[in-house]
């Protein structure tokens, strides 16, 4: 049987999903938007580019994959908001702003000038360039059509089977433990039936003391009614800083544009762009008091913990409210440990990869029973993939993660900035 077709008997696939992969501007993150919201207001006129990487190259793709994946993305242009959508987002997301609703009712993606793929010895090359505003919106929906792209046609030994289950197996275990958590997957998920497939499970999960919170994907969250989650990503940061042309001031010229726009809401600040102890060290009282909380998303989430509590001491900060968001590949058991471990402040967790591209090999499929316990078969292993700001203005972009692995950008310019910011581990 194909692992592709067999699926619970219970769920219907949507019909457009074999022909139309991204079905709405809103199959996107949250995130995406917010910040589209601001740089329309701030930086309309940036000229960007934008790099995919691949931080797996054993996983090769074919030429089947790549002309599905051409197909699918020159799809995004014919891709404009509904009138539900748009009055969606007034509802629901009426935070961005009125003026930025407007645009995005009326807006549309130009792939044939805006992407440009390349594939040679079975490696893909993608770039998307173009004005910031008109470009920002690509990341997502690219990352999830490669996704699908790999999985509907190099690696194809996986299966459905049991994913509602386990998602809300899943669900259920962090909800008894107290954790509030997010759906974080749209970049890395198999495909969109697979994400569909595993917010169902969220949802059956029964009350406890934590709470399933919502999603990061806008589409699902208008069609299964739950809270759209998100606030703002490296991304932003990393833009500011390339057009400013200053890193010492770039975390709080672009914190302060934020809240400019925003105010109180969607403040829960991202700390990894240029190094959590670079953001730690120039964080403000006034901008500790003011924003609700900060996401930790690459490094080791236990020295987070103990970092961001210290500076919230040493500024003399009440934090017995703010929260700490962990969204750094995460799986039911690190949520676990997080949770006791960050108890003396609020925390969260928005988790990806796990929930929508864990999948067990179909080769190794026995029966009924071994359907009952998926995670005891081999699995087929997710994508590791990136779309990330390469330069803004004619000027390099770069991101210097707490963990190496993560760091993005020129070589040469990520080490002048480790340098500048007298960041340790420059090799």
């Not at 958590?181 to 934590?210: D, H, K, M, W």
């Not at 709080?252 to 762009?273: M, R, V, Y």
Request: glycine share 6%.
């Amino acid at each position: 049987m194909n692992p592709r077709n067999h699926i619970n008997s219970s769920f219907h696939a949507p019909s457009q999903i074999d022909t139309n992969e991204i079905q709405s501007l809103l199959d996107t993150d949250l995130y995406k938007l917010s910040m589209s919201a601001v740089i329309l207001k701030i930086y309309p006129f940036i000229h960007v580019l934008y790099r995919f990487k691949n931080r797996n190259p054993k996983m090769k793709f074919n030429q089947t994959a790549v002309s599905w994946l051409r197909q699918q993305i020159n799809q995004l242009g014919d891709l404009q908001l509904s009138v539900p959508e748009v009055e969606f987002l007034r509802e629901k997301c009426a935070y961005l702003g009125e003026d930025y609703i407007s645009f995005l009712a009326t807006f549309k993606l130009r792939p044939e000038k805006q992407v440009t793929i390349d594939f040679e010895t079975n490696d893909l090359s993608l770039c998307v360039s173009g004005l910031w505003i008109d470009t920002i919106l690509y990341e997502v929906p690219l990352l999830a059509l490669i996704s699908a792209a790999y999985f509907k046609f190099v690696d194809t030994d996986w299966s459905y089977d049991g994913q509602q289950e386990l998602a809300r197996e899943k669900a259920t275990k962090l909800i008894n433990a107290g954790c509030v958590f997010s759906e974080f997957g749209t970049r890395r998920r198999r495909n969109f039936l697979s994400q569909e497939i595993v917010l169902r499970g969220l949802v059956q999960a029964p009350a406890g003391p934590g709470k399933f919170a919502g999603t990061s994907n806008v589409h699902f969250a208008r069609l299964h009614g739950l809270t759209p989650i998100g606030t703002v990503a490296h991304e932003f940061f990393m833009g500011t800083a390339a057009i400013t042309g200053d890193y010492f001031t770039a975390n709080t010229t672009a914190l302060k544009n934020w809240q400019k726009f925003f105010g109180k809401e969607l403040s829960i600040a991202l700390t990894d762009t240029f190094s959590t102890d670079v953001f730690l060290k120039s964080l403000t009282k006034e901008e500790a008091e003011s924003w609700s909380g900060f996401r930790q998303d690459s490094g080791n989430p236990m020295a987070f913990i103990a970092k961001v509590v210290n500076r919230y001491k040493e500024l003399g900060v009440d934090f017995s409210n703010k929260v700490l968001v962990f969204s750094d590949s995460l799986n039911v058991d690190r949520c676990l440990e997080l949770q006791i471990a960050a108890a003396q402040i609020k925390c969260s967790f928005g988790i990806g990869t796990f929930l929508t591209s864990m999948f067990s090999r179909w080769s190794n499929f026995n029966g009924q029973d071994d359907f009952k316990k998926p995670l005891t078969r081999e699995t087929s292993a997710p994508m590791n993939i990136v779309i990330k700001l390469h330069e803004a203005n004619g000027v390099s972009c770069v991101k210097i993660s707490d963990q190496v692995e993560k760091n993005t950008g020129n070589n040469d310019e990520v080490k002048r900035v480790k340098v500048m910011l007298g960041i340790k581990g420059i090799e």
